[in-house]
DNA sequence: GCTTGACTTAAACTAAGGTTTAAGTCGTAT
DNA sequence: ATACGACTTAAACCTTAGTTTAAGTCAAGC
């Protein structure tokens, strides 16, 4: 398999290296293997791991509840009801987010149009 | 003219009132009215100036570009093209965060549907 | 006359999500 | 041999965006 080395791994994920040890220290990705001189060494599916955790993470889910669902993960089939559950709550609260900043953006575009007319009024 | 009290204001545009103090006494908005007691009276400029503030906030811009932005508007029009090149950069950032979230989502649905096929199935 | 809602300042406090520093130790590549 | 990239712990520090507290004052309504 392939491995990377958490400064391959951090510009993959395009976080910093102390991101990803300080992810490593809440548990939101656990089990990295070292090599011999004790360097983590991140496998493709840690790696997938932490895409999904990226995938909380820019949609604004706490690191703490990150935490919880990861736990669940690792805890294995038993907990996938209550994994479904977190991640259907969380698609509405990311949806109603979006909506609200579309909504915001409305706005803001209006904004723009007006001191477009009036640059341009400016100008004849 | 119609006029808002703290309460009303706050209740209107969904924040607590100790944030619109806090806004005040940050510069996001300025020159509030008082009646004879000192109790802040909210106007229907003031109110759709914070309409626009909120707009800024709901999008994530930083409390102290908006105080820069609401300042350039007290400043009047000589500012105009500095608050449309502004708006303009926040419509591309919005934008672009909302295309991450999307994408994000995917992942997420992704799991979801995984999920629900696992749940499927053991039911079968 | 008392409760309610508002007001004041300044400072402390909170939570989230990291970043930085200190003071080193290792192993690998040039 | 020396620089590079990684490693350690623990604590201190940082920013953002408020919230809370203290210790009052003030005016209005019941």
Redo the contacts between chains.
């Keep these: 398999m392939n491995y990377y080395s958490i400064g391959e791994a951090a510009a993959q994920l395009n976080v910093p290296e102390s991101t990803l040890r300080f992810y490593e220290k809440k548990g939101l990705v656990t089990l990295i293997e070292r090599d011999e001189a004790g360097r983590r060494l991140y496998s493709e599916h840690q790696m997938a791991l932490l ?2 955790v ?3 993470k ?2 604004n889910m706490p690191i703490s509840d990150i935490q919880q669902y990861i736990n669940w993960i690792v805890e294995g ?1 038993s907990t ?2 209550k ?2 559950d977190m ?2 709550k ?2 509405q609260a ?2 109603d ?2 909506a ?6 409305d ?3 209006e ?2 149009t007006r ?2 007319n ?2 341009q009024e400016a100008l004849t």
Excluded: A, W
């Design positions: 895409r999904t990226m995938c909380l820019n949609t089939d996938i009801e994994r479904l991640m259907l969380h698609k990311v949806l987010e979006i609200l900043m579309h909504h915001s953006l706005g803001i575009e904004k723009i001191y477009t009036k640059i």
